[in-house]
């Protein structure tokens, strides 16, 4: 079982900054990959960004080079830091643990936070 809790969303100016925070309960090298994924309204969740356990990340193209996982491993959380925001990146920001149970692998999720670009 793994819990989460993000926090760090709110409004901001287009082109502007923020970062986000997701605090595992468990040792997040534990855990085989961390994820954030992002919610706009009508559309499909996407993923954003991921981190797994032995540190390879990847980005979505839409938001590489502006956007950077993250994490700290003594506080068991993993950031996403979100920079040269755009109208476009306005979304529910989930985050994700997906780790091996059994024969395969369950997904768990935060609540989610609101990120909101004004133009």
């Known amino acids: 079982q793994v819990q989460l809790v993000e926090s760090g969303g709110g409004l901001v100016q287009a082109g502007g900054s923020l970062r986000l925070s997701c605090a595992a309960s468990?040792?997040?090298?534990?855990?085989?990959?961390m994820a954030w994924y992002r919610q706009a309204p009508g559309k499909q969740r996407e993923l954003v960004a991921t981190f797994t356990s032995n540190g390879i990340t990847d980005y979505a193209g839409s938001v590489k080079g502006r956007f950077t996982i993250s994490r700290d491993i003594a506080k068991n959380t993993v950031y996403l830091q979100m920079n040269s925001l755009k109208p476009e990146d306005t979304a529910v920001y989930y985050c994700?643990?997906?780790?091996?149970?059994?024969?395969?692998?369950?997904?768990?999720w935060g609540q989610g936070t609101q990120v909101t670009v004004s133009s």
């Open positions: 994700n643990a997906n780790n091996v149970q059994g024969y395969g692998s369950r997904d768990y």
């Open positions: 468990r040792n997040i090298l534990s855990i085989k990959s």
